[in-house]
Nanobody, 128 residues
Framework: QVQLVESGGGGVQAGGSLRLSCTASGGSFGSFFSSYAMGWFRQDPGKEREFVATSPWSGGRPDYADSVKGRFTISRDNAKNTMYLQMNSLKPEDTAVYYC?????????????????WGQGTQVTVSS
C-alpha cells in the first residue's frame, strides 16, 4: 500500500521556522523513490490547493512558487525515501494545510492534478 506521511507541522510566530518531512513507503517507492517527482502543496479552507515547491526526479533545479522563493527550501534524501520542506521567515499568509505529493515515474510537474499520490496533510499555523 502506497503511503506518504507528513510530519513537522505546528504553530509558530511570524518570522519563525518549521521543517516539514514526508516519508514514502509501499508500492515501488521502496526501490524507486528517486524516480518520483515530489512536491509540496498547500490549501486554506475555501481556497484551491496551490503549488508550493517541487523536487524533480531528475535531480534538477527545484521549482518554487513566487510567494515562497527565498524563504522555503525543498530537499530530498532518496536513501531514506524522504522529502523535506524547510520554511523560514514564515508569514501569517503561509498558514494552511501542507500536503506532500508524488508523481511517478520519471515525470516532473508543478500541477497538483498531475500528481498520483498524496499524504494526509499537516497543519501549519503562523500567528502575527
Amino acid at each position: 500500500q502506497v503511503q506518504l506521511v507528513e510530519s513537522g507541522g505546528g504553530g509558530v510566530q511570524a518570522g519563525g521556522s518549521l521543517r516539514l518531512s514526508c516519508t514514502a513507503s509501499g508500492g515501488s517507492f521502496g526501490s524507486f523513490f528517486s524516480s518520483y517527482a515530489m512536491g509540496w502543496f498547500r490549501q486554506d479552507p475555501g481556497k484551491e490547493r496551490e503549488f508550493v515547491a517541487t523536487s524533480p526526479w531528475s535531480g534538477g533545479r527545484p521549482d518554487y512558487a513566487d510567494s515562497v522563493k527565498g524563504r522555503f527550501t525543498i530537499s530530498r534524501d532518496n536513501a531514506k525515501n524522504t522529502m523535506y520542506l524547510q520554511m523560514n521567515s514564515l508569514k501569517p499568509e503561509d498558514t494552511a494545510v501542507y500536503y506532500c505529493a508524488a508523481r511517478g515515474r520519471y515525470r516532473d510537474s508543478t500541477k497538483s492534478w498531475e500528481f498520483d499520490y498524496w499524504g494526509q496533510g499537516t497543519q501549519v499555523t503562523v500567528s502575527s
